[in-house]
T-cell receptor
């Protein structure tokens, strides 16, 4: 009965690798988001999708590519990982863009 | 660009106290404001959402107020309990004409309630 789920919960990898984080919501929401929380706990939006269409694309390196195969899923693929990519990545969803957002448990990415 | 500030950054109180957490934002043209709590190593839990036309919202022991013209919101926690210990985050959503899904977060108030 989990509303917004992410896998994996922890991800440890070497610099230069490519990795993906998966997100799924079972709330029937139309909009999904990716946020990054840095080492100082500051949360910032990266991307949002509405009905599989990209709406928000912040100033994020193009090594980061979101993919939405359907409304219930928004995956984040990261190429050529760098040390500075180490952070906690949160997925969220809402019914429409202005509505209350519900967050997943987060994925802690550590790049060595 | 919207900036959100939360004061205090940390708060430590004995159980039973009534608390006020403050949030201020620089651009008063907001669509709504959302309060979250974040437990260590966990995701964010939505507490309250206040629309720009509302003055306050209540849920159990929590009450959030909004003064849009002065760019402020407060989260009031009545009769605090150790289980309230967490980081409380305030986030604002820009007004119409902007991308509504974009939330601007403050850095949070880390609350510790001791028995």
């Amino acid at each position: 009965d989990t509303a917004v789920s992410q896998t994996p919960k922890y991800l440890v990898t070497q610099m230069g690798n490519d990795k993906s984080i998966k997100c799924e919501q079972n709330l029937g929401h139309d909009t999904m988001y990716w946020y990054k929380q840095d080492s100082k706990k500051f949360l910032k939006i990266m991307f949002s999708y509405n009905n599989k269409e990209l709406i928000i694309n912040e100033t994020v390196p193009n090594r980061f590519s979101p993919k939405s195969p359907d409304k219930a899923h928004l995956n984040l693929h990261i190429n050529s990982l760098e040390l500075g990519d180490s952070a906690v990545y949160f997925c969220a969803s809402s019914q429409e863009e202005g509505d209350e957002q519900f967050f997943g448990p987060g994925t802690r990415l550590t790049v060595l | 660009k919207q900036e959100v500030t939360q004061i205090p950054a940390a708060l430590s109180v004995p159980e039973g106290e009534n608390l006020v957490l403050n949030c201020s934002f620089t651009d008063s043209a907001i669509y709504n404001l959302q309060w979250f709590r974040q437990d260590p190593g966990k995701g964010l839990t939505s507490l309250l959402l206040i629309q720009s036309s509302q003055r306050e919202q209540t849920s159990g022991r929590l009450n959030a107020s909004l003064d849009k013209s002065s760019g402020r919101s407060t989260l009031y926690i009545a009769a605090s309990q150790p289980g309230d210990s967490a980081t409380y985050l305030c986030a604002v959503r820009p007004g119409r004409g902007s991308t509504l899904g974009r939330l601007y977060f403050g850095r949070g108030t880390q609350l510790t309630v001791w028995p």
